[in-house]
């Protein structure tokens, strides 16, 4: 009897299995398995520069930070890493960046096979994209754009880096840290990030240009393509465009204001240094993760402003992480048209339907809990004797942001707090929502017809 | 011309302002006098043990924390105020937490005046009660209800103290306690706070009864005396119980827990004095603000859990602040239904309406926004080279929740600072929608027929 029935198990093979997955649970299994993948191959003594293997917890933490497009590093990605770990990371990157299902949608192509319903169903919750139809023409959109983007990225700073570090080593550099930036990884091949061009207008700007394109996301950047003009783009490449441009000013200006009093940052560098820093550093936290600053070295209140940055994050449907700008901006409108007595609500003469702020309080009231849980744990992991909150509630948020800005905790973890950390990243990822939709039994309707009472609020 | 304008303008007199007024602004402006002449009665010499006035600053700061039932406190209340002044703080507390307009009702009923349909209103705004017909039964009752509390609490405190201090230091001891503790305003006369008491049955189970009474809100508390079945209770009153007591339950279980391990706290304390300790200080951030530990000397953690229970706080209509536990009942039960794939949302057979979900939406938005924005300034105003972020967060929360428990900042506030709190404390008694009803423009009803169009979320 028991033995027909494990007959019967084994018989139910890979292909039945994932037919039976939803995208949502579908995506999160090869995330796992790029995760696992990733932790075998840096495990390998060839990994390390050292010939000696980093042992696996440490691979497992660089694979997941990798695959999740994170940049929370355990151990010194440009001296612990060998030429070959490196490349797998960035390729790693490139793959949990640009999405693993536009990848899989080109490969299909290449070899001339039909992609399905359920193929075009998963490609749809990775680009976040409307509707079922044209998703392949978009796929081929995705990676020339994602391509070109770091490709001209790449020969502009071989040309910058190719005088201090000649033509090799600055081109490999280059390839690296465009992919890193496009993909909002933030891993960077000096310890002290890109510290050493705060100043430089070509590493500012190619590089804040990569992150922040791929921050936007791909819709957004295919309608600044393809449509040009502000009339003609969606409700949500406006939201998404807006949104950006004012986190990005109020963060500059604020930065800019708090780090003048800090005699640790700003003392010592010049007034247009000070402006790309601050630039720099309001940009970052719309999850790229590179720094050109110490963020150690920064005010307790710049600090927590990276954080509030980060926690709201890039937008949706890109290769950021976060709440998301459009989450942050429908929420605010949602609150200030309570405030204002009720009614539809409303932005750029488009309403916006209720379900859509159902979803955005269910993710912003998911999100603080899980950083908070993670902020919580990692207070008592982490040397429960000693008061360093700051520095938990920022790698905590930086963790599910997929920022991976640190203030130097990470680089301490214990091996607990690795796990979490690394576990945090991964949920991260994935999304509140995914994460949900995957984990959850069938939608079951609610009952209805319940007789409305009133609650008292507030 | 201006001449004759300012004749008119003097003309407006002051019943014509208040029927110009809305019960929210009515409301403020009530609070706003309260604390005024607070902070006159506070600031002269006979208010002070020394006779000499402890000055304006920090009589407007007492006022303010006492108006605002909150309890922190820049100077000590037991030594730097006379018994007057003690006084006058014991009366502000108690027009301030039992609502003025219910002692109002209570003064117009004992003057034989008729009560109005504008009173009325403002009336069901302080109780947040659902109508307005049967206001003045119900003011009657919250009157007896308070006073019934306060007389019982005061006299068996007053046969527990009178051992140890004498009949009638006891009595005062004990009415001014219990006036503090069921209006949920935290201020005691010793320094330690409750500390000498942390094994004391009899002043926990007192303390912790008045506290948790007077956050449960009157609404409820009347229900529990005159439906007393589970099944007659309402909603509200449903929600409330349950939700008050996973959030003791859980907050009990977790300080028990983290404490543990604290060797400043339960190693020098026997298993029921654990007990009681963790009891306490797990119900105490539901807006009381008494404690009987030191909150400096426990762990990050179990502060970071006090601050996330202050943020949720009491119950609506009742004696103390935070985001309230409904709205925290609410926006849960929202979440979980979204993940579940949407759909009517329901608790204990009743529907609960968008109405209401917007409104706790709108709650916790600008209640995080608060509170962050006064983290934000207060790491700046108080020694922004240091980092003591938790203590600054702890503060800030407090302050807004009208908890008033302190980690130790509030007592070393500079004059910027004691302002910002005490602003703070203001803002968190009104609660947000309050004070957004308050100050808004007349409601603009959002134009209608707006065409919808999708955002992406999350
Ligand atoms: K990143
Ligand atoms: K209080």
Same mark, same amino acid.
């Given at each position: 009897?028991?033995?027909?029935?494990?007959?019967?198990?084994?018989?139910?093979?890979?292909?039945?299995?994932?037919?039976?997955?939803?995208?949502?649970?579908?995506?999160?299994?090869?995330?796992?398995?790029?995760?696992?993948?990733?932790?075998?191959?840096?495990?390998?003594?060839?990994?390390?520069?050292?010939?000696? +293997?980093?042992?696996?917890?440490?691979?497992? @933490?660089?694979?997941?930070?990798?695959?999740?497009?994170?940049?929370?590093?355990?151990?010194?990605?440009?001296?612990?890493? +060998?030429?070959?770990?490196?490349?797998?990371?960035?390729?790693?990157?490139?793959?949990?960046?640009?999405?693993?299902?536009?990848?899989?949608?080109?490969?299909?192509?290449?070899? &001339?096979?039909?992609?399905?319903?359920?193929?075009?169903?998963?490609?749809?919750?990775?680009?976040?994209?409307?509707?079922?139809?044209?998703?392949?023409?978009?796929?081929?959109?995705?990676?020339?754009?994602?391509?070109? @983007?770091?490709?001209?990225?790449?020969?502009?700073?071989?040309?910058?880096?190719?005088?201090?570090?000649?033509?090799?080593?600055?081109?490999?550099?280059?390839? @690296?840290?465009?992919?890193?930036?496009?993909?909002?990884?933030?891993?960077?091949?000096?310890?002290?990030?890109?510290?050493?061009?705060?100043?430089?207008?070509?590493?500012?700007?190619?590089?804040?240009?990569?992150?922040?394109?791929? &921050?936007?996301?791909?819709?957004?950047?295919?309608?600044?393509?393809?449509?040009?003009?502000?009339?003609?783009?969606?409700?949500?490449?406006?939201?998404?465009?807006?949104?950006?441009?004012?986190?990005? &000013?109020?963060?500059?200006?604020?930065?800019?204001?708090?780090?003048?009093?800090?005699?640790?940052?700003?003392?010592?560098?010049?007034?247009?240094?000070?402006?790309?820093?601050?630039?720099?550093?309001?940009?970052?936290?719309?999850?790229?993760?590179?720094?050109?600053?110490?963020?150690?070295?920064?005010?307790?209140?710049?600090?927590?402003?990276?954080?509030?940055?980060?926690?709201?994050?890039? +937008?949706?449907?890109?290769?950021?992480?976060?709440?998301?700008?459009?989450?942050?901006?429908?929420?605010?409108?949602?609150?200030?048209?309570?405030?204002?007595?009720?009614?539809?609500?409303?932005?750029?003469?488009?309403?916006?339907?209720?379900?859509?702020?159902?979803?955005?309080?269910?993710?912003?009231?998911?999100?603080?809990?899980?950083?908070?849980?993670?902020?919580?744990?990692?207070?008592?992991? =982490?040397?429960?004797?000693?008061?360093?909150?700051? =520095?938990?509630?920022? =790698?905590?948020?930086?963790?599910? +942001?997929?920022?991976?800005?640190?203030?130097?905790?990470?680089?301490?973890?214990?091996?607990?707090?690795?796990?979490?950390?690394?576990?945090?990243?991964?949920?991260?990822?994935?999304?509140?929502?995914?994460?949900?939709?995957?984990?959850?039994?069938?939608?079951?309707?609610?009952?209805?017809?319940?007789?409305?009472?009133?609650?008292?609020?507030?």
């Amino acid at each position: 009897m028991n033995r027909h029935r494990n007959h019967k198990f084994i018989k139910i093979n890979v292909n039945q299995l994932t037919n039976r997955m939803s995208p949502p649970q579908f995506i999160m299994l090869i995330f796992l398995l790029l995760i696992f993948i990733g932790t075998v191959l840096l495990s390998l003594p060839m990994s390390a520069a050292s010939g000696l +293997s980093v042992g696996l917890l440490d691979a497992f @933490f660089t694979a997941t930070s990798a695959v999740c497009v994170n940049g929370l590093v355990v151990v010194d990605t440009g001296t612990v890493y +060998s030429v070959f770990g490196q490349i797998v990371i960035a390729v790693l990157i490139q793959i949990g960046g640009l999405g693993f299902m536009t990848m899989g949608v080109i490969l299909a192509i290449l070899l &001339g096979k039909k992609i399905g319903l359920k193929q075009r169903l998963i490609i749809q919750q990775t680009t976040q994209s409307k509707s079922t139809s044209g998703l392949v023409k978009l796929c081929l959109y995705i990676f020339c754009i994602a391509f070109a @983007f770091e490709a001209i990225a790449s020969v502009i700073l071989t040309f910058r880096w190719a005088g201090e570090m000649g033509w090799g080593q600055a081109a490999y550099n280059a390839v @690296f840290h465009s992919v890193s930036a496009f993909n909002n990884a933030g891993f960077a091949l000096w310890s002290d990030g890109l510290s050493s061009y705060i100043g430089d207008p070509v590493v500012n700007i190619v590089i804040i240009t990569l992150f922040v394109s791929g &921050g936007l996301g791909y819709i957004v950047i295919v309608e600044l393509f393809r449509k040009r003009t502000w009339k003609k783009f969606s409700l949500h490449t406006k939201i998404v465009l807006l949104s950006s441009a004012i986190l990005l &000013g109020v963060g500059f200006v604020l930065l800019l204001l708090l780090e003048s009093f800090n005699p640790a940052t700003f003392a010592q560098l010049s007034w247009s240094e000070r402006g790309w820093a601050a630039f720099f550093q309001s940009a970052t936290p719309r999850s790229a993760g590179f720094n050109t600053l110490d963020i150690n070295s920064m005010l307790s209140s710049s600090q927590l402003l990276i954080i509030i940055l980060m926690f709201i994050g890039a +937008s949706s449907g890109g290769t950021g992480g976060g709440i998301k700008t459009t989450t942050f901006f429908v929420l605010i409108l949602a609150t200030i048209n309570t405030f204002r007595g009720g009614g539809q609500i409303h932005a750029f003469d488009r309403k916006i339907s209720m379900d859509i702020i159902m979803r955005a309080l269910a993710v912003v009231v998911s999100s603080i809990a899980c950083v908070l849980a993670v902020s919580l744990m990692l207070t008592v992991t =982490e040397g429960m004797y000693e008061d360093h909150f700051l =520095e938990v509630l920022f =790698e905590a948020t930086s963790a599910f +942001s997929t920022t991976g800005l640190s203030m130097g905790l990470t680089s301490e973890l214990t091996s607990t707090g690795k796990v979490i950390v690394a576990i945090t990243m991964f949920i991260g990822r994935l999304g509140p929502l995914t994460l949900a939709y995957a984990l959850a039994k069938k939608s079951r309707k609610s009952k209805l017809g319940y007789p409305e009472d009133h609650v008292l609020i507030g």
